[in-house]
């Protein structure tokens, strides 16, 4: 887990520099962060996945990657100012067991349509490391990240997962250095 912890790190540092040059230039919204969730982090509101939680007076709670150190790695991608973010979540056989019910029914697609599906590849990789790429979604009462749509959902593959958040912000040439940390962590 260190060792994909220090990738998904090492991809979003060595991105920045990308990523600033288009904050800079062309988009004041777009963001690339590494998180660490703790189980009880992530919740379920209304069908979706988040994490930003408001304290008992309303006033904005957790959000920023600094607020956040849990055994769950994530990276988020924001890529527009109100729409346009996506999420990559690792989901170890060690923190399986702590997730909320609701958060592994949005994690199933529970409810929808073909769920037998999602909720078979979650019970056939109960023993290894998914990641699961999601894109942030808005709805009359609530906004969170659900499953994308534009991709298998799970995956075993860190690389595709980490090709997911590439072709969210629109820099797919990010993937070559996908494929050289890999190989640095596989050393």
């Known amino acids: ?78 890529f527009g100012e109100e729409t346009g973010a996506a999420l990559l979540l690792e989901i170890t056989p060690e923190v399986r067991a702590s997730l909320s019910s609701g958060v592994v029914d949005v994690l ?8 037998i599906e999602f909720i078979r590849a979650w019970e056939e990789s109960a023993d290894k490391t998914v990641y699961f790429r999601m894109d942030h979604s808005y709805y009359l009462y609530g906004s969170g990240f659900e499953l994308s749509n534009d991709c298998d959902q799970i995956t075993t593959s860190l690389g595709a997962g980490l090709s997911h958040i590439t072709h969210r912000l629109g820099l797919t040439y990010l993937d070559d250095m996908i494929d050289d940390l890999l190989y640095e962590a596989s050393l």
């Not at 060792?3 to 790190?9: A, H, I, L, P, V």
């Not at 800079?24 to 189980?39: D, G, Q, T």
């Open 108 to 115: 199933c697609d529970r409810g929808e349509e073909g769920d």
């Open 1 to 78: 887990m260190d060792k994909t912890k220090d990738t998904m790190k090492a991809f979003v540092d060595k991105a920045q520099p990308v990523i600033q040059e288009i904050k800079r230039v062309h988009n004041e919204f777009i963001r690339l962060e590494y998180f660490a969730f703790s189980p009880e982090d992530l919740y379920e509101d209304g069908g979706v996945i988040d994490y930003i939680a408001d304290d008992l007076e309303g006033n904005a709670g957790k959000y920023s990657p600094e607020h956040f150190d849990g055994p769950i790695n994530a990276i988020y991608a924001q």
